[in-house]
C-alpha cells in the first residue's frame, strides 16, 4: 500500500465538511439568534435533559467535544440571554450546574427543527437523515471519533 494519497485527504475533507456544516448551520441559525457553537450547547443540554440528567459545564465540555472554557463562556452568553440558568453544585463547589430555562426550551426546539431539515438536505446525496448510507456513515464517524489521539512527539532534529 502506497504512502502517497490521490487528491485531497480524508483529513482534509472531514475539515471541509466540518467548515461548510458549521457554515451553513450558523447562517440557518442566525435568524434565531443563536450560533453553531451556541447550538451545540444548548441541543447537548436539552438531550442530557431529557436523559434526566442536569450536566456541569464540564461534562457538557465533554460531551460536545467543546474546551470547557470556551462552554463557560458560551454559558454565561446563553444565560444573559435568559436560555440557560446556571448553578452551583451543592457537592461540588467548583462545579456550575446547567438547565435550560422555559425560553431556552422553546428556543431550542425551533433551533432543532430548523437544524434538522437543514441537515436533512446536506445528506441528500446518502439518502438524508433515515437513509442506510447515512447510518453507515453515521457509524463510521464514530469509530473515528473513538480512536484516541496518539501524543505528538517531536525529535531533537525536527525542533525548530
Known sequence: MSASIDGPT???LVWRLSMKWRVAIDR???PLGLTHAQYSLVASLQGMEHAGTRPSQRALADHTGLEPLYVS???R???AAGLVERA???SDSRAVRLSLTGEG???TDRAVAVVR???DGLLAPLGGLDGPATEAFTEAL???LDVPVPPVTVSREEQP
Open 28 to 30: 440557518a441559525l442566525a
Open 77 to 79: 452568553s446563553l444565560e
Open 117 to 119: 431539515e437543514l441537515v
Open 10 to 12: 480524508p483529513g482534509f
Open 73 to 75: 463562556k458560551l454559558a
Open 105 to 107: 426550551r422553546a428556543a
Open 88 to 90: 452551583a453544585d451543592p
Open 142 to 144: 464514530r469509530a473515528l
